[in-house]
């Protein structure tokens, strides 16, 4: 189909951080080790296993249950996981059925990193392959709670037929979404909001198998006693706090011992410092665990510099990773956030708009890279800060819309 131009805003500059990072406050059930800015200097290691209190995000019930999903099979067409959904619970829509064109909106958190900038290029992409789409408002939060409020308050008075909202965080956001819940279909993805008004939630597995999977590989593979240094983000985000919360139990089970838990603000610089910070306290490090993979590369580069080896290593899907990976043999893990998620909310906005059932809460399918399928997901041809599992090789202008070559 003919590609057109929809109404978008322009794109903020690009800083390194990761995928769905902007804080909530944090609760003051959060440790100083956890809540405290990274700094040069290592932080007093923490009480009992060295993980400290659990998060105030922690739900027993979603952890357990996001972890059962790992082993299930989700439905939907085998070559279009951003269209599969893991134990579905549909939800009518026939009170938003409508004639087409239809003007879709869309409420971004930001742009202000790597996965979302892979994400953002796919969500254009998808909205240009519906003819049915002839308008697409978008409007870039930049990171900030007041912005994102006026954003949508907004866009429910510019005439959307339905409103896609990443939220930049997830409580401070929850009132605006419930406000504009009253005016028109909401369709939420990548963070949550405290509230089930939209017509459907839209994000990968979640947090808490992520953590899990990063934390398990380490227990798997280093030995009893063995010290870990957990980096973190920052605090106060859902999918950030669950990733943590499940690695925290993982390694509460274990015999490892947590010897740092620090927030690294998904600074390449800061992470580098941490690292090299903990390596001349402790002498050496068996393993690092990640809330978020984009920093993966400077971590591995400070025991690099040290000279000393790398040890089993938690990263992302992101290629520069990938391919550090490859070359250094070296013995790693790499969780996912699929940015096929991007496509997702245009998908059901659609279906919504057409009054076919979706999923109340739609699961997607996520991943996880390991050395047996590490070759499926590196791609030379593609940038360093691409994310691999991005659902976009079929869609038009791939790869050099995302920074590739042929």
């Known amino acids: 189909m003919p590609r057109r131009k929809p109404l978008l805003l322009a794109v903020t500059a690009v800083t390194l951080l990761v995928a769905g990072c902007t804080s909530d406050k944090p609760t003051d059930t959060t440790t100083a080790a956890q809540s405290a800015p990274a700094s040069s200097a290592p932080a007093a290691e923490t009480t009992a296993a060295g993980t400290g209190e659990q998060s105030a995000f922690f739900v027993q ?20 996981p951003w269209e599969q959904a893991i134990d579905p619970q549909m939800v009518s829509t026939t009170q938003y059925k409508k004639d087409g064109g239809y003007h879709l909106c869309f409420s971004n958190a930001a742009v202000n990193n790597p996965w979302r900038q892979v994400g953002w290029k796919s969500m254009q992409a998808e909205v240009a392959l519906h003819k049915e789409i002839t308008t697409f408002t978008a409007l870039d939060a930049e990171g900030k709670d007041d912005k994102q ?21 997830t409580a401070t956001l929850t009132p605006a979404v419930k406000a504009a819940c009253g005016k028109l279909p909401v369709i939420i993805f990548d963070r949550g909001v405290e509230t089930d008004c939209p017509v459907t939630m839209i994000n990968p597995i979640g947090g808490y198998a992520f953590g899990a999977d990063g934390a398990e590989f380490l227990v798997e593979k280093v030995p009893a006693g063995g010290k870990i240094l957990s980096l973190r983000i920052l605090p106060g985000v859902d999918v950030l706090e669950t990733r943590w919360s499940a690695a925290k139990a993982a390694f509460d089970k274990s015999q490892l011992k947590v010897v740092g838990v620090e927030f690294t603000d998904g600074d390449a610089a800061k992470t580098k410092s941490i690292v090299s910070d903990y390596l001349a306290r402790h002498g050496k490090l068996d393993g690092v665990w990640m809330d978020a993979g984009a920093t993966a590369v400077a971590a591995i580069e400070a025991f690099e510099d040290a000279g000393v080896p790398v040890p089993a290593m938690v990263g992302e899907d992101q290629q520069d990773f990938l391919q550090k990976w490859k070359q250094n043999n070296l013995t790693a893990v790499a969780p996912t956030y699929p940015t096929y998620q991007w496509r997702t909310p245009v998908i059901a906005a659609l279906r919504i708009l057409k009054g076919e059932e979706v999923p109340k809460t739609w699961k997607l399918p996520q991943p996880k890279i390991t050395t047996d399928n590490l070759d499926t997901y590196l791609q030379p041809n593609m940038p360093p800060l691409h994310y691999a599992l991005c659902g976009c090789e079929s869609l038009p202008g791939f790869p050099e819309t995302w920074g590739g070559k042929k």
């Open 61 to 80: 019930a979603d952890y357990d249950a996001q972890l059962a999903m790992r082993a299930k099979t989700a439905q939907g067409p085998a070559d279009k």
């Open 149 to 169: 409020i006026s954003d949508i308050a907004e866009l429910t008075g510019k005439g959307c037929d339905a409103l896609i909202v990443s939220p930049n965080t």
